[in-house]
């Protein structure tokens, strides 16, 4: 028993332990160095990242409130790559701020939220990681201290989010009242499709989309984005999403099955309207980080495509995208992180000229963004074919033609940053930046893992065989 | 012999420039990959050439098939027939003139020839593609590099130009994405021998038939879709101007044959009354808006919209000799306009000037540049001797078979434009080579260098072979263009 408890929560148990770590340098007399305590946590993310792919077991425990599967301990896997990513990234932030054992244990605990939400089996397990992924990060979204900016991103977030999470839990109670059960097991066999259970279920979907900023429930998204610190920003567009997405494909999969041509239709509806909106917001944005925004609310409609394909290969092409979402958003973060961090400077002129005083770092975003744009060889392109592909599944030739326009348009804004950085001239570029080891060993992870990714097709065979 | 070294060969020569900090290194490097993947397509033809001596009949030879993404039926599947080695091989010849030409280039230049020979490298691939999937992507894998080099190094109104261009062309590919789409899901399948040998519905060929060659005709410059060429091609450096008119736009004719005329010749007919309507347009318009230009970047651009509806109306036409007479085109086109683009680079690096107005006189100063400037302009114009000529004809024979009235009309209307044609290259050529001149500074200036001369050479000679000699151009195309004809003939009726 004891034994079965320590390998199906192995993840959760190491991150709870970092925690405990900190908590417990925090509390000591002596002070650890920025730089030392950013290391040992990137170390023991390694070791918990290592942890993820050995002793694959799946099973139950609590009463099956909490379950864990291969797959699902892949993509716990996926989103501590992320977090180690962002980690590594944020070192030159970090390594002057005043808070860093707050910073982590607050990140790590909505890691760990997050781990929760992914293995719940239960609707109410759900809601408890949620909760605790959620209000973390409103804390965190208030950590650049002396910024006006980034309180009031934390207000709105938190407002938002307790906004959002009172519809889940208010569809949640109604479908305890029509069906009697919140196990997610349980609950397709209950499910009729009467009108009391298709309206708890829209209000699950509106939390859903608070959280993924879908649209119309997209508003938060950009002051917030726009407030926060460069690392929060990117753990937020990243792997925040990437959680929430993740647990939405499988639940809607298997537990509203029944109901899949109620969803069916509202994630067309919504993904179209994400699609355009989050496009036509993201052409006018001068800020990177808010351009960033709503271009990750673009791609959110994109992978609402894939969901609405209802097939192995839609989940499976979901689960891909989020990979590559991880190595391209956080490769063009990396950079914003870093110029940012070093130069202050955030704005869309700002990086005019770019590629005369920093070569190295022009690639890397030009990359990240092509491969956000969907342009070959980058992993993008068959992140969102196999997306689109999945999606043209159904028969619903309307939908992938309005998605492949999208694309285009998307492109066009990507572009737009490839252009001020490669030909516009500028009389104040940015000066050269220096990038430590870390940000750069991010970097490498990032753009390996966008060159590699797509080209090879073990990742997403292996996905595939997870989701079979 | 293994078709993979068509994408090896480039990929490595892209990769052993990144680390080169010299000039002349960059250069040397890029020569002797474009003389090699010359080299290697030479190779192609003779061992091609042996094989069907041999007796092997297959519609495609050298196959090579791997698995990429299984649960998905994608393959990473290559082979080729006559019309994709005529295409690639015209690839490796514009290639290699395009690295000489641009050897002056000292701007960035290790980007410049990383970019270029990564743009040959998706060229390659898309012709030697045998699964729907593979050939998408080495047609999109193109938009990066073009649209840096134009945005880069180009002239003018770069940025606009680029910008324009990449989204058009990815627009193209959308509808592509599209038209693939639908095969795949009625098929089940990307693979192009399988596809061709089930019998897609009428109706989902009807449906989908519109998106594949839209898409692709995007690319080969389709009236209404034509208007990212002449701003691309003039703003475009001149190796990227070759590489746009002389290949890329080759990417579209031969998407059109090959995946949507091949794959859905129920649909082709169908459609073709419009297809024919469009290349008529397009080769008169594109005409006659070549005769308002000034600059002879953008008459020759212009003149591409125009020479490129040849290879559509072939296409539309559908009978064997008008096909023969479009792929024929395709290279013919690819050859000359390369070369006329190369000429018109070589006067603008020395008179910095690309005004018809503002030259004259230029065979007194540079007379090698000038008979090469003629000769391009008179293998435009279709004069007998040049590919130009060889490759009209065909089509105009061709679309002569087909009886009716409307066919005879559409031909008549493309055989007018010829006349418009010869109005605007002699009239470019009479002013800005013969007459006299204009510009007493231009008297000082040299001809032609060595890496010029070569580059030149290189594609005269190709203009020359097939005007001299069509049979071998169309002896290597034809077992190609008659299985799509008896595709088309057969699953017609």
């Known amino acids: 028993m004891v034994n079965e408890f320590l390998i199906l929560m192995k993840q959760e148990l190491v991150i709870t332990f970092i925690i405990f770590v900190l908590l417990f340098i925090k509390l000591g007399k002596e002070e650890l160095k920025n730089e030392t305590l950013i290391n040992l946590v990137n170390i023991l993310l390694t070791l918990n990242l290592a942890s993820g792919f050995v002793f694959q077991q799946s099973g139950r425990l609590f009463g099956d409130m909490f379950q864990t599967t291969e797959l699902l301990t892949f993509e716990k896997n996926l989103l501590n790559l992320g977090t180690l990513i962002i980690s590594l990234q944020s070192y030159n932030w970090l390594k002057d701020h005043k808070h860093v054992p707050e910073f982590y244990i607050l990140l790590l605990s909505t890691l760990l939220g997050m781990f929760f939400m992914i293995s719940s089996n239960n609707l109410l397990m759900f809601y408890l990681g949620l909760e605790l992924s959620t209000i973390p990060l409103a804390a965190l979204a208030n950590f650049d201290l002396e910024k006006r900016r980034s309180s009031e991103a934390a207000f709105k977030m938190i407002i938002s989010s307790a906004f959002s999470s009172g519809l889940l839990l208010f569809g949640i109670s109604m479908l305890y009242g029509s069906t009697g059960t919140l196990s997610l097991t349980e609950l397709p066999a209950h499910l009729t499709g009467d009108p009391l259970q298709i309206f708890s279920f829209i209000l699950l979907i509106a939390g859903f989309g608070f959280k993924i900023s879908a649209v119309p429930f997209h508003l938060w998204t950009a002051d917030v984005y726009e407030g926060s610190p460069v690392s929060v920003t990117s753990y937020l567009s990243v792997i925040s999403k990437g959680a929430i997405l993740f647990v939405m494909v499988s639940v809607l999969y298997n537990a509203f099955l029944p109901l899949d041509e109620s969803w069916y239709n509202m994630l067309f509806l919504i993904s179209v309207l994400t699609m355009i909106i989050g496009n036509l917001f993201a052409l006018r944005q001068q800020n990177m980080k808010r351009f960033l925004a709503f271009s990750s609310i673009a791609q959110v409609g994109f992978i609402l495509i894939g969901i609405t394909g209802q097939s192995a290969e839609g989940q499976a092409s979901v689960i891909f995208f989020i990979l590559i979402y991880i190595f391209s958003n956080l490769a063009a973060f990396g950079v914003i992180n870093l110029v940012s961090a070093v130069t202050g400077r955030e704005n869309l002129d700002d990086y005019k000229g770019f590629y005369k005083t920093n070569k190295g770092l022009s690639w890397v975003l030009a990359i990240a963004l092509f491969s956000l744009g969907g342009i070959p060889p980058t992993a993008g392109f068959f992140g969102k074919f196999f997306l689109l592909l999945a999606g043209a599944g159904k028969g619903n030739y309307l939908l992938i033609a309005i998605a492949a326009l999208n694309m285009v348009i998307s492109l066009y804004y990507y572009l737009k940053v490839i252009k001020a950085m490669f030909m516009d001239a500028n009389d104040n570029p940015i000066e050269n930046v220096k990038a430590g080891w870390s940000p750069k060993l991010a970097m490498i992870i990032c753009i390996g893992g966008i060159i590699i990714t797509g080209l090879a097709s073990g990742a997403y065979q292996y996905i595939h065989s997870l989701v079979k | ?493």
Not at chain 2, 222 to 234: A, E, I, N, R
């Open chain 2, 1 to 493: 012999m293994n078709l993979s070294l068509l994408i090896i060969v480039p990929l490595l020569t892209a990769l052993c420039i990144l680390p080169l900090k010299q000039l002349k290194q960059i250069r040397a490097v890029s020569l002797i990959g474009a003389f090699a993947q010359l080299l290697l397509c030479f190779v192609l033809v003779y061992a091609y050439i042996q094989q069907r001596k041999n007796g092997d009949v297959g519609t495609f030879l050298f196959e090579d098939n791997y698995i990429w993404y299984a649960p998905l039926n994608i393959n990473y599947h290559i082979g080729v027939d006559g019309i994709s080695i005529a295409m690639i091989l015209l690839t490796a010849f514009v290639v290699i003139a395009g690295v000489l030409v641009s050897w002056k280039i000292e701007k960035l230049s290790k980007e410049f020839f990383f970019l270029l020979i990564f743009l040959s490298l998706g060229a390659y691939g898309f012709f030697i593609a045998l699964d729907l999937f593979t050939l998408f992507f080495f047609l999109e894998i193109a938009v990066i590099p073009k649209f840096l080099l134009i945005g880069i190094w180009g002239s003018g109104k770069k940025e606009y130009s680029a910008m324009k261009l990449a989204l058009m062309l990815m627009g193209g590919s959308a509808l592509v994405f599209v038209g693939l789409a639908g095969i795949y899901f009625n098929t089940n399948s990307f693979d192009l021998l399988q596809i061709a040998g089930t019998n897609i519905p009428i109706e989902v060929q009807k449906l989908f038939f519109p998106f594949a060659f839209l898409g692709f005709g995007i690319f080969t410059a389709l009236f209404p879709f034509h208007t990212w060429v002449p701003d691309g091609h003039s703003s475009a450096p001149t190796a990227a101007s070759m590489f746009l008119a002389g290949i890329s736009m080759k990417l579209g004719g031969y998407g059109c044959l090959r995946v949507a005329t091949y794959l859905m010749p129920d649909a082709a007919h169908e459609y073709s009354t419009l297809i024919i309507v469009l290349a008529c347009i397009a080769i008169l318009y594109g005409a006659f808006a070549t005769m308002m230009q000034t600059d002879l970047k953008y008459i020759n651009a212009y003149s591409s919209v125009s020479h490129c509806g040849f290879v559509l109306l072939g296409i539309g036409m559908l009978t064997k000799t008008a096909i023969d007479g479009a792929v024929m085109q395709m290279v013919s086109h690819g050859l000359m306009t390369a070369l006329f683009f190369a000429v018109i680079g070589m006067i603008y690096d020395r008179t910095h000037t690309r005004q018809v107005a503002q030259l004259g006189g230029m065979m007194k100063m540079m007379p090698f540049i000038s008979t090469v400037f003629v000769i391009a302009g008179l293998c435009s114009l279709g004069l007998p001797g040049f590919s130009g000529f060889v490759a009209e004809m065909t089509v105009f024979m061709g679309s002569w078979e087909k009886a009716d009235a409307f066919y005879r009309i559409a031909t008549i209307i493309a055989c007018a434009s010829i006349v418009v044609t010869a109005v605007y290259i002699l009239r470019a050529t009479g002013k800005a080579i013969m007459g006299p001149v204009v510009n007493n500074e231009h008297l000082a200036l040299g001809d032609a260098n060595w890496n010029e001369k070569l580059a030149a050479g290189l594609l005269i000679v190709g203009i020359v072979i097939i005007g001299i000699a069509p049979f071998l151009l169309k002896d290597l195309i034809e077992p190609g263009t008659e299985i799509i004809i008896n595709k088309v003939a057969t699953l017609g009726k």
